[in-house]
């Protein structure tokens, strides 16, 4: 589904509607340039398993799932800014537990508006995102965004929240390449992030206890661990930031992922 729609209208790729209780699969799929989401899977209660494809250029998010559900393989790229198509996020994990985004590569070159390459919902209980090269060259845009729950939704888990392997770059200033807001027990681990456009922080921690950042190398213009009302497990780290008189500095290792799939 490569034309899209037309933003005067609020058109859908393709919807998996709420009565979906079984196991769907979209496989090497694409669909691009869609005003109201790419695919829009969130209302499922079934699994949804995306499998590799390229999403591009929608509003509202490119993917759309909720737990329990897999995102593997797949492009996701957003550098068509067109007038109707708003806050073009690149995957948006809405809701439930268990999902999992996994060997993709999101890139954010261009875009109206955007929340972020990967957000995390409020209504979203747990998730994994491993193994996946993120790259952000519009300013004010996080890598990852994980906002602030609506109630207790770690279920009781020691990490609801787990980042691993993932290598986030781009010029893109101000703002954050990963953002956690009051998510308590959050885990971040071989993290390789190096983004050294104007003001721009590697990883921003706000109120919530127990996030723990492991093994990372973080090389940033700004502030690479910004903390505000939150505490913060730290092991094993490599920081550097322009301000501190690094000159920016690079950082090696992360996840390493072709840029087209």
Known sequence: MPDGGDPEYSNTGCYVGE????????????????????LYASSA???????????????????????????????????????GIENMRGIRLRGGRDIVVENSRVVIDAVTSSDGAITLAEWLDSATIRNTHITVNADDIPAIWAKAP??????????????????????????????ITERSGTLLANL???????????????????????????????????????????????LQSANSGSGGGRCSGGYQASSER
């Open 45 to 83: 209660v079934g699994r949804v398993n995306v499998v590799g494809g390229q999403y591009r250029n929608s509003g509202v998010s490119n993917i759309r799932v909720s737990g329990p559900s897999t995102v593997r393989g797949v492009l996701v790229h957003c550098d068509e800014a067109r007038d």
């Open 192 to 238: 390789c992030i190096c983004q050294h456009g104007d003001d721009r922080d590697g990883i921003a921690v706000s109120d919530g206890s127990g996030t723990a950042v492991r093994r990372s190398d973080i090389a940033v213009s700004g502030d690479p661990l910004a903390t505000e009302g939150a505490s913060i497990s730290r092991r094993d780290l490599s």
């Open 19 to 38: 009565s979906h209780v079984g196991k769907l699969t979209f496989q090497n799929c694409r669909l691009d340039g869609f005003p109201d989401n790419g």
């Open 150 to 179: 609506g109630d207790d939704r770690g279920g009781g888990r020691r990490h609801p929240l787990q980042i691993r392997d993932v290598r986030i770059d781009g010029s893109a200033s101000d703002g954050a390449a990963v953002r």
